[in-house]
């Protein structure tokens, strides 16, 4: 079964500085792998989708990487904002399935 | 733009009661999917359904069901509901197509007392 892990669970850092979150899976047989944006009390928003067979994917101040073989995704964040503040998850699918499989997330606060 | 629509934000019920909670999507998506989400254990899969009437179970399917008599519309029901199914849920949809972005709805926050 497939376990996703976070780390860190929470983050605070300075307006303007640059970051990585971070993303282990135990199962490398994936499909692809899904970062979301998740705000208080609201739904997710899928940030960045990268298929299995890229390394990277880039929208705006965002990118993330994937490691297929190692189990590792990275999304990095630059120049943050206050406005970049909520929790972010990472989801792997699994090779030929719709299900996917989701972190516990990183609580990033972002400091004016 | 895509929308996902659940029918409540708040949701407050007694112990034993029949619970409907409803999501609607209007792009067209062949998959849609509950999740509940709670502190400490995050989202776990209940139900999806790729095709109307088609439904299969995911990770905690105990307790509740689900029905899909048309595309758009993908519907949770507590049977009897208790105080352990108090969470977030979240109705999402995607494309048919494996590997396709997943959209989310705004949730549902349901309280059983």
């Known amino acids: 079964k497939q376990e996703v892990t976070q780390i860190p669970a929470a983050l605070s850092v300075p307006e303007g500085e640059n970051l990585v979150l971070n993303c282990s899976f135990t199962?490398?047989?994936?499909?692809?792998l899904q970062w979301f944006r998740q705000d208080p009390g609201k739904g997710l928003t899928s940030l960045l989708l990268?298929?299995?067979?890229?390394r990277e994917q880039t929208s705006g101040r965002l990118n993330a990487s994937l490691d297929k073989s190692s189990g590792r995704s990275t999304l990095y964040i630059a120049a943050s904002q206050p406005g970049d503040s909520a929790t972010y998850l990472c989801?792997?699918?699994?090779?030929?399935?719709?299900?996917?499989?989701f972190g516990k997330g990183t609580k990033l606060s972002v400091i004016p | 733009d895509v929308k996902v629509t659940q029918s409540s934000r708040y949701l407050v019920k007694r112990t034993g009661e029949k619970v409907f909670l409803e999501c609607v999507q209007d792009?067209?998506?062949?998959?849609m999917f509950w999740y509940r989400q709670d502190p400490g254990l995050g989202l776990r899969l209940i139900y999806f359904?790729?095709?109307?009437?088609?439904?299969e179970k995911g990770d905690i399917p105990e307790g509740y069901s689900v029905s899909r008599e048309k595309k758009e519309r993908f519907s949770l029901i507590l049977e009897s509901a208790s105080t352990n199914q108090t969470s977030m849920y979240l109705c999402?949809?995607?494309?048919?197509?494996?590997?396709?972005?997943?959209?989310f709805g705004s949730g549902t926050q349901l309280s059983v007392l």
């Open positions: 999402a949809s995607s494309h048919s197509l494996i590997g396709e972005k997943l959209f």
């Open positions: 199962d490398s047989a994936i499909y692809n």
């Open positions: 990268i298929q299995s067979s890229q």
């Open positions: 989801a792997p699918s699994g090779a030929g399935s719709y299900q996917l499989t």
């Open positions: 792009m067209d998506h062949e998959n």
């Open positions: 359904s790729y095709d109307v009437k088609m439904k």
